[in-house]
């Protein structure tokens, strides 16, 4: 039996490229999420930076701001991890001039739903943290955000 390298090479290259970065984006999100003083390591950066920035601010309009920052972040990172896992999923083709599809989407879509829930409920065994449904639904956006933009980038390009 012999080994095809060159089919190796190409399966080997393809992990390197599609599902490497998105095992390595998981593993910070789960990273961040273990993270007991999450939320009091925005508020060091942040309060001196709006202190800065307004000097008689509230701590009503910290706690405000600090809220949309965290919400923000929660948006972004599942956007990314949307958009690498739909890259992944996707199994491009050279010359593809529709490279989107319905069903790779749908099925991140589905698997990241499932990750942030599985997140949110990591978080409940973390010392200062919760988990939360409310987080779910905004880490879901974010995935939605990232496919309307791929579907708006790939799904309408002209073949």
Not at 18 to 45: C, H, K, N
Not at 131 to 140: E, L, N
Request: hydrophobic share 55%; aromatic share 12%.
């Amino acid at each position: 039996m012999s080994v095809d390298t060159a089919l190796i090479e190409r399966l080997m290259l393809s992990f390197l490229r599609y599902w490497l970065p998105l095992v390595l984006w998981m593993a910070v999100i789960f990273g961040a999420s273990a993270d007991a003083q999450s939320t009091e390591r925005t508020s060091r950066f942040l309060e001196p930076f709006l202190r800065w920035l307004k000097p008689e601010v509230t701590a009503r309009e910290i706690e405000a701001v600090r809220w949309v920052v965290r919400k923000a972040a929660h948006v972004i990172e599942f956007a990314l991890l949307a958009w690498l896992l739909w890259r992944a999923l996707r199994k491009p083709k050279r010359n593809d001039p529709r490279p989107w599809s319905w069903k790779p989407a749908a099925a991140t879509l589905g698997i990241v739903i499932l990750y942030a829930a599985a997140d949110e409920f990591h978080q409940r065994f973390v010392p200062n943290r919760t988990g939360s449904i409310q987080d779910v639904c905004i880490d879901t956006a974010g995935a939605v955000l990232a496919l309307a933009i791929v579907w708006l980038w790939y799904g309408r390009r002209k073949s």
